[in-house]
């Protein structure tokens, strides 16, 4: 089984990537799931949903959100009609949405993707890890792919999470930075693991946003509205292998063979 996972899609600069690169992407390499973060597909700020139905058409299964799952006030309303749309578990519980979705692919796996969000240097929300095991513990015995969104500003606590999970789910990869890692491996116990995707975007700024705005926010301190950069305009997506005929991880799941970093920028 080959999965796709698109880095935090930001603004239309974004948008117009996948739009125009996933298909033959999806064709060419013989994706059969396709998942991809949307918390900045919305100018940079949260998703609406009108984008998201957007982005769901052009072929991705599954949207994953982050801190900025909530920056639109419409998509509050709509979160609990779109399954597909994923906001972190571990906000406080009765939050709109969910932090899991369980599903079909393509190829008639079944699978399930998770959303978290860590703590360090972000919101103090409940605890990523003990909420993974209770997210974990849901999923059917059947599902046989589980991918895990974590969405988050440290390192360490993402790479903690991936060692926690090891064993127990076939991919764990951090989004968040917008800043891709060179440190895609699969774990000891058959997890395929990075620290950060990277981003779908517009890479002429800073982290997606208009460098003047941000520079002049660091020399002033004063409050300020960031508009989308343009530029070098990068789509940063992980390709997860399962290893089909090996044994299932401890939790009954398939291990993963092997995790790529792919970058399509635009010809
Ligand atoms: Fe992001
Ligand atoms: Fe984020």
Partial sequence: MRVLFIGDIVGSPGRQIVQHRLADIVAQRQIDLVI??????????????????????????????????????????????????????????????????????????KYAVLNLQGRVFMASIDDPFRKADSELAKIPADVAFVFVDMHAETTSEKLAMGWYLDGRVTAVVGTHTHVTTADQHVLPEGTAFITDVGMTGPHGGVIGMDRQGIIRKFLDGLPARFEVASGDVQMNCVLIETADEAPRNAAGRLRARSIERLRFCID
Wanted: charge should be negative.
């Fill in 36 to 109: 991809a973060n949307g918390e900045n597909s919305a100018s940079g700020f949260g998703i609406t949903p009108r984008l998201a139905q957007e982005l769901l058409n052009m072929g991705i299964d599954v949207l994953t959100g982050g801190n900025h799952s909530w920056d639109r006030r419409e998509i509050l309303e709509y979160m609990p009609h779109e399954s597909r749309l994923l906001r972190p578990a571990n906000f406080p519980d009765g939050n709109p949405g969910s932090g899991l979705y369980v599903g079909t692919a393509k190829n008639s796996v």
